[in-house]
Every structure is written in C-alpha cells, then in structure tokens.
C-alpha cells in the first residue's frame, strides 16, 4: 500500500503544550498537506507544504518537509482543548489529477 | 455556499440491498471524490471524477458504483450491500484552477450494513 504513516497513531497532552505528529510516506510527491477531523464530521485543510518547501507556518501550525526522508512533521503549539482531534497528512504526486494518499492519522487529545 | 453536502447522514442496510449515496457541491469544482473511511485506515479512495460525464476508480472500487451526471453531483451506488462494507461514507471536492490541491469535505455519511 502507498498509504502514508502517522507517528504516535495517538498523543494526549495538557492544554498549552506543544503537539508534535509526523508523516511517512514512500513514494516522490509533489506536495503534502495535513488535515483535521473532529469527532464525527469531515476533514478541514490545515495546510499545504510543497516538495520545493521545506518549512511552512499558519498560525499556530508548522509543518516541515523533508523529501529526503520522505517525512513530514506538524507542530502545534500551545495547544487548546479545541484541537482535539484527528490530524491526517495526505501526499499528492505528480499527475493529471489532483488525487492524494491520505495516511492512518493521529488521535490527540488535549486535556484542559 | 453550503460547500459539500452528502444524503443521507445515516443509513441501515441488510446484505443484498442496494442503495444510493448522493454528494452535492456548490463550489464548482472540476474534481470530485468518494472516500470510505474504517478504523485504523484512514481515508481511502473508491472512485473519483475529473469532470462531468467522466469517472475513474481508485484504491477499493469493488462492489461500488459511480455517476458524474451533472458536474455539481457525484453519486455512490451500491448494488447489493455487504457487511464489509458498512464504514463512514465522504465525498470531497477540489478545483484545479488554483493548483492548490485543497480538497473540500462533506460531512459523511454511516453505512451499517447487517
């Protein structure tokens, strides 16, 4: 399977500290992108790192890329007790379509 | 904009029955996609389409069916359900005008298959 990897699969912090999630995945792409799903609804994009990127911030966000290891990493900081949820990277590869590879996903929980 | 709405949000199936899932987008998006999503396995693909009149399939299309009629409606069918595929339904949509491979959700819809 070309799914990508996420890593923990679940993560529990208290409110305030920093959330780290990372992503491998095994094939060349040409983007990657991570996405949230809280309890019981669909996905929202959070942010979009291209392959020519290799840092990228949004608010409280900062995704890396490192082709090389074909791995991601997304840092959240300061954490609330509203980013509980499940955080999925997705990968695009060069193509006529815009179709992405989502991984497993990572479970976290912040604790107020 | 409504964004990505999907009919129904919950349905009941016994083996063998056949149904219809309809995803709708307001955004007129060229691309649409139906994922399933199970525990443990994130999102995978069944079927996508990049423009109306055309479909394709992608990672799990066995025992699924599609249509892209209209662009602003992608339709899932199945023909005759089975319990390996009771899951969490999504449809999503995305536009290659602005290559910003950003892909819209809808809110899912729970297929229980007994």
């Known amino acids: 399977s070309q799914q990508g990897e996420e890593d923990p699969q679940a993560l529990s912090i208290q409110e305030g500290e920093n959330a780290t999630m990372n992503c491998s995945y095994k094939t060349s792409i040409n983007n990657l992108q991570w996405y949230r799903q809280n309890s019981g609804r669909g996905l929202v994009h959070l942010i979009l790192?291209?392959?020519?990127?290799r840092e990228k911030h949004s608010g409280r966000l900062r995704v890396t890329l490192d082709t090389s290891k074909k791995s991601s990493s997304l840092l959240i900081t300061a954490s609330r007790a509203a980013d509980t949820a499940s955080y999925f990277c997705?990968?695009?590869?060069?193509?006529?379509?815009?179709?992405?590879?989502f991984g497993i996903g990572t479970k976290l929980q912040v604790i107020p | 904009n409504a964004g990505v709405t999907q009919t129904p949000k919950f349905r009941v199936l016994k083996t063998g029955q056949s149904m219809t899932l309809l995803c709708a987008q307001d955004m007129n998006h060229e691309y649409m996609y139906w994922y399933r999503q199970d525990p443990g396995m994130g999102l995978r693909l069944i079927h996508y389409?990049?423009?109306?009149?055309?479909?394709a399939k992608g990672e799990v299309p066995d025992g699924y069916n599609v249509s892209r009629l209209k662009k602003q409606n992608f339709l899932l069918g199945l023909e005759s359900a089975a319990p390996s595929q009771t899951s969490v339904y999504f449809c999503?949509?995305?536009?290659?005008?602005?290559?910003?491979?950003?892909?819209?959700f809808g809110p899912g819809t729970r297929l229980t298959v007994t």
């Open positions: 389409s990049v423009g109306e009149g055309t479909t």
């Open positions: 790192i291209r392959s020519n990127e």
């Open positions: 999503a949509s995305s536009s290659p005008g602005t290559g910003a491979y950003e892909q819209y």
């Open positions: 997705a990968y695009g590869v060069s193509g006529g379509y815009q179709k992405v590879t």
